[in-house]
């Protein structure tokens, strides 16, 4: 995967420079959702300035907002803040996936239902029952 996250690392910069952020308009509905779920795998700096062009997208219905959570969330890790919509998983001292730390616990669901996101639960059992072995190596982090 690191592999491929460089070889994209110039196409997505190009794309960003030149067009922006895909709109389902401008490339469809999962051209646009691939772009988005690549940037996650980008340096830090290229996700915090893909993020606003993101919003703007998903503010007028021609982005995924589920993605931007994710982009969002990461980039809220990035910087050492807490998350605000539980997209984000760490592997922990137990080597389980646990969420990452989160802005207002007691409101994730209702800022995920806001969104069109399965409560927070659910989506951490079904990334635990999709990858079960993902904390097994030291020093991963599990991301959707």
Excluded: W
Aim: glycine fraction near 8%; charged fraction near 25%.
């Amino acid at each position: 995967m690191v592999d491929a996250d460089r070889r994209t690392a110039d196409p997505l910069k190009t794309i960003f420079n030149r067009y922006g952020v895909p709109t389902y308009d401008m490339v469809g509905v999962q051209a646009a959702k691939y772009f988005a779920v690549m940037v996650q795998h980008q340096p830090a700096e290229f996700r915090r300035a893909v993020l606003p062009k993101l919003k703007a997208n998903v503010d007028v219905g021609q982005a995924d907002p589920g993605t931007y959570a994710t982009v969002y969330d990461r980039s809220q890790r990035d910087q050492g803040k807490n998350q605000l919509y539980g997209q984000n998983f760490e592997c922990g001292a137990s080597k389980e996936f646990e969420v990452a730390p989160l802005d207002d616990p007691d409101r994730v669901n209702a800022r995920r239902a806001e969104l069109g996101l399965m409560r927070l639960g659910l989506y951490g059992r079904m990334l635990r029952l999709h990858s079960p072995d993902m904390c097994k190596s030291a020093g991963l982090t599990a991301t959707s």
